[in-house]
């Protein structure tokens, strides 16, 4: 009986069971997918598990995978190191695709700094990176454009001309004559990175300290940039395509300028201020209602010489390998038409580097980067020669080409429809020439360069964890210029002989570099050690230039110098090169990954410096502490990772040096080195005099730095904080102070008396945050350095630079920064007698400037100059918001800075009426002063040109230059794998607008500009705007 029920129990139970497992199939389905990296591509190895369970799948070497689900209520959650893990709701999909993200944090980033590479979170020194995806956010000609507000403690001025670079600096100032950061490009130093593609860059690591920088040595004084380029990957054969086309805005141009009825205007206001009563020859009678001649061209000079110009980029690369070889080759052609009529840049570029493992133990390579470039009429900016200044010179009532066919020219040409117009027309319209006609003429000249940089390497594997390694680079280049002026008839002042001229010349450089390597991790003991010995040589190079004038035709093919009739110039030359031999050493150190010391030192010997001073030692130190894996930390949950450090050492420079310092140079000359030794006066025999007073004592210029930092993750590795304190005190800094007159027309050597120093704070902050299908990264740069000149030279309280039609601008004063404004400040305009009374001023006269009489004598003098701005701002900054759901994408960069000054030079021009008989502004007309208009700004229009106008430096021209603008937008889709087959790997598609608004109380065209030198900067000559971009962007990947 007990066997029946147990029976009957049994069956009824395999029946339960059957009836289960029935119901559990119908629900299961199989789910196909492919998981995959935006770039990587398909990822093998990738966890699957379905939530809730412990049933999973792996992902096969093609990144697909198959899983059986139990329903649509299933989630499968996907992991793998080094990535994000998702979860996804499978839904009715019987198929789910999964794009996994990095999880890493900046810090986690693989950095390559001085000869070796090392994540950026054992880092003691002050580095910051910026990666090729934030590179292609910003497509530009040229990669120093690119690094503005992407890295905190490095300054970017912008350069609007087709393909120039910008002006980097780091950390403020360390010389008087050179602060331009080292670049080294896969190994080799330079200092000259206009040519690179900027497509061929990986990364860029941006060395800002001693610690970081000094094993440099003397190169790095000025901050170092390690640029490293793309190479192939042991993932098989990849093919990726990447194009911008579109078009370039100038913008309106200035807003203020005249039409020729208000010129006239203008010109009867200024007869009346002066009691002239005249009849201007064009203009008419100073009494009376605008008269003008029937050819009157009202001529828009901004919309004639400017225009919308094209850009476009292509760029081709392959890429592949295995665990054997690999090998990248990469071909690009940028063209940038300038926005300037006659302006244009072109570049071809071609890169090819591969490496080969030969048993396991040696791996061979090279990288070689061919680059030919072209331009027309880049060079002409911050000067008087500029398009800027070719709006400014020409009143309007001049045509661009005469139309008229009865009004007789001066000079003996007579105008007929289709000639050019110009100052020559009549009388009393200036003497300034047509932009227009002077482009037109120079179209054929061109400047051409070709360039080829490269280095070869073999590494070999003593034991495992000690390698040694050996590195050849070159860097040689050549270039080609040939330029026409042609005889011109339509000025006031004419070029009445055509010139044509052309170069040619060719240098080079050549660095080895040799270095042992030991990295081994050793229980909790992690060491990096590198020793070598290195080889420069620069400045290698020729060059041959000749000119000639007097042309029978102005055909192209009569433009050589054999054909002319006067040779002007002709000659050739050599550069003198610099040699560098050096020794260093580096160790690295951590405990555990949390104690870390690091140690540098660098001796070089250079050539431009005399037998005693020929060498220079430059050590560092720096330490860290992860105190975030501290038990006393284990409480403080939202932090992720804090590490403080901080570093001491010494850099060097040795570029404000010339070659021929240390030696005495002698020249003969018959007016000053002729002897008449006999006394009869009917001949002379040569002499030799001296030419250079030589100094073999000058030694390196030397920067002693100081910086403490930390590196913070925050809140579940969302926020992430870099601030880095720092001073900077450059000493024995290389400065020419004048020689007594005893010494002759002999120029003076640069000698070591000079002192700087420099301070500020460098801050990245960095949230990331992803929401299901929705991401956001905000990445905020923010930049500060305050510049103090300590010492000039015995005898030397300060040094001007920037000279001009008003004198110099530009002060370089003890106790000051480098390149503060130096002038009047105005305190108003005479309005009364008494005011007059007050004051012993020269060219007083109510309506006129009212100077500070600073020192209280009554009179206004030199003594009353004072310091009226300074071009350094007190802060920049940059802010990068990446938004992502789940294809789309949008980038926006700002760019911003505060509490920099500008002399807007150009006021100078437009603003005062004997200042050139060109363009004037409305604010002359309408704003300035008279009898009934005594609040205004602008003093009364005038002719008389004196002290108390226009003749000195006054901060009247000064304004402020703080701006913010909208750098970049960017709108981008990338296409979903599954719709893209087998044809493409990848492919995405953007828009974008580059320069689109900015926010700006300065009234110039551009507060955004690049001037002068590093010690006269911050002034507004002629500079070119930025110009708006809207471009189409395709990147393919096969």
């Not at 790095?220 to 042991?234: D, H, P, R």
């Amino acid at each position: 009986m007990r066997r029946t029920k147990m029976w009957k129990s049994g069956v009824l139970s395999l029946l339960l069971l059957g009836f289960a497992l029935s119901m559990s199939f119908a629900q299961q389905r199989t789910v196909t997918g492919t998981v995959s990296s935006a770039d990587e591509g398909a990822l093998p190895g990738v966890n699957i598990v379905i939530q809730g369970t412990t049933q999973g799948a792996v992902t096969g070497a093609d990144g697909n995978f198959t899983i059986n689900v139990p329903g649509d209520d299933a989630v499968l959650v996907f992991s793998f190191i080094g990535y994000t893990t998702q979860a996804v709701p499978v839904g009715s999909q019987s198929t789910v695709n999964v794009v996994l993200t990095p999880d890493v944090t900046s810090l986690d980033e693989i950095v390559v700094t001085a000869y070796a590479t090392q994540k950026k979170k054992d880092l003691t020194g002050a580095v910051g990176v910026v990666n090729s995806e934030e590179l292609t956010q910003m497509p530009q000609g040229n990669i120093t454009q690119q690094m503005q507000g992407r890295v905190a403690g490095v300054t970017v001025t912008q350069d609007s001309r087709p393909g120039q670079s910008a002006k980097v600096r780091i950390r403020g100032f360390s010389s008087f004559s050179n602060n331009s950061p080292l670049y080294v490009v896969d190994g080799v130093p330079t200092f000259d990175v206009s040519t690179i593609n900027p497509e061929d860059v990986e990364s860029m690591s941006v060395l800002k300290d001693a610690g970081a920088a000094s094993i440099y040595g003397s190169r790095a004084s000025n901050g170092v940039i390690v640029l490293t380029t793309k190479k192939g990957q042991s993932s098989g054969i990849k093919v990726n395509f990447n194009m911008y086309a579109g078009t370039q805005n100038p913008g309106s141009g200035p807003t203020n300028m005249l039409n020729s009825t208000e010129f006239a205007e203008l010109q009867w206001l200024v007869y009346a201020n002066d009691g002239i009563v005249e009849n201007h020859p064009i203009y008419g009678p100073s009494s009376g209602s605008p008269t003008l001649p029937s050819w009157d061209g009202n001529t828009d000079w901004y919309n004639e010489i400017f225009s919308n110009a094209t850009i476009q980029n292509y760029d081709l690369s392959m890429s592949g390998g295995n665990q054997n070889s690999k090998f990248y080759a990469g071909l690009g052609y940028f063209d940038q038409d300038g926005v300037v009529l006659g302006n244009w840049y072109k570049r071809f570029s071609g890169r090819f580097n591969s490496e080969f493992n030969i048993k396991d133990r040696v791996t061979i390579g090279e990288n070689i980067n061919i680059v030919h470039r072209s331009d027309h009429g880049t060079t002409n900016n911050d000067s008087e020669g500029s398009a800027v200044m070719g709006v400014y010179a020409s009143q309007p009532v001049i045509p661009v080409k005469w139309t008229g066919p009865d009004f007789p020219g001066l000079g003996g040409h007579t105008f007929v429809a289709g000639d050019w117009g110009g100052t020559g027309l009549a009388p009393r319209l200036g003497n300034t020439g047509n932009y227009v006609a002077d482009a037109t003429r120079s179209g054929d000249n061109k400047w051409q360069n070709l360039r080829i940089m490269g280095n070869a390497f073999v590494d070999v594997k003593i034991i495992e964890g000690l390698n040694i390694r050996s590195s050849f680079g070159g860097d040689y280049g050549s270039s080609y210029n040939a330029y026409w002026t042609g005889v011109t008839y339509e000025n006031a002042e004419n070029n009445a002989t055509a010139t044509y001229g052309n170069s040619a010349d060719y240098g080079g450089s050549w660095s080895w570099t040799n270095t042992l390597t030991f990295a081994r991790q050793m229980g909790d003991h992690n060491v990096l050690a590198v020793a070598g010995y290195e080889a420069v040589k620069t400045g290698i190079g020729r060059n041959v230039n000749a000119a000639g004038a007097g042309y029978f035709s102005d055909a192209f093919a009569y433009r050589t110098v054999s054909t002319a009739a006067n040779l002007l110039s002709g000659g050739s030359g050599f550069n003198t090169p610099r040699s560098l031999v050096s020794q260093f050493v580096r160790a690295d150190y951590n405990f555990r990954d949390k104690y870390y010391l690091s140690g540098t030192v660098r001796r070089d010997g250079s050539s431009v410096f005399g037998p005693e001073n020929r060498y220079g030692v430059f050590p560092s130190a720096s330490a860290g502490w992860r105190i975030s894996d501290e038990s006393f930390m284990a409480g403080a949950g939202f932090i992720s990772d804090l590490k403080i450090r901080g570093g001491y050492g010494t850099m060097g420079n040795q570029l404000p040096v010339s070659t021929s310092n240390q030696f005495y140079l002698y020249g003969g000359n018959p007016s000053r080195s002729f002897y008449d030794l006999n006394g009869t006066g009917n001949s002379s025999l040569p002499g030799f005099r001296p030419t250079r007073v030589g100094n073999a004592d000058a030694k390196w210029e030397t920067n002693v730095t100081t910086n403490i930092g930390f590196d913070a993750v925050l809140f579940d590795r969302k926020f992430e904080l870099i601030l880095d304190w720092y001073t900077k005190q450059s000493k024995d800094l290389l400065f020419t102070p004048e020689l007594p007159g005893t010494a002759g027309a002999a120029s003076a050597p640069a000698v070591n008396v000079g002192e700087m120093k420099n301070s500020g704070l460098d801050l990245q902050l960095i949230y990331r945050q992803v929401w299901g299908d929705f991401s956001l990264e905000a990445n905020l740069t923010f930049t500060t350095y305050n510049n103090e000149i300590v010492a000039i030279a015995e005898g030397y309280d300060y040094f001007d630079s920037g000279g001009s039609r008003i004198g110099a601008l530009n002060r370089n004063a003890v106790g000051g920064s480098l390149g503060q404004f130096w002038g009047y400040e105005v305190a108003g305009l005479f309005q009364n007698q008494g005011e007059l009374d007050a004051i012993v001023q020269d060219g007083e006269e109510l309506g006129f400037f009212r100077y500070t009489d600073a020192d209280g004598s009554g009179t206004i003098d030199p003594d009353d100059r004072m310091f009226i701005g300074n071009p350094n701002p007190d802060f920049t900054y940059g802010i990068n918001l990446v938004l992502g759901y789940k294809g789309f994408d949008v980038t926006a960069f700002f760019y911003g800075s505060r509490g920099n000054e500008i002399i807007n030079h150009n006021n100078w021009w437009i603003d005062f009426w004997p200042s050139f008989q060109n363009q004037k502004s409305t604010d002359l007309l309408y704003e300035s002063w008279t009898p009934s208009r005594t609040d205004a700004r602008v003093p009364k229009a005038s002719n008389k040109s004196n002290f108390s106008t226009n003749t000195v430096n006054t901060s009247y021209y000064v304004e402020d230059g703080s701006f913010f603008r909208l750098k970049n937008l960017q709108l981008g889709y990338t296409f979903d794998r599954a719709v893209l087959g087998n044809v493409f790997a990848n492919a995405r598609i953007y828009l974008q607008g580059v320069n689109l608004f900015t926010i700006t109380q300065y009234t110039g065209m551009d507060p955004e500009m690049q001037s002068g030198s590093d010690t006269y900067f911050g002034v507004d000559r002629g500079n070119l705007p930025a110009n708006k971009q809207f471009l189409v962007g395709v990147s393919l990947g096969f």
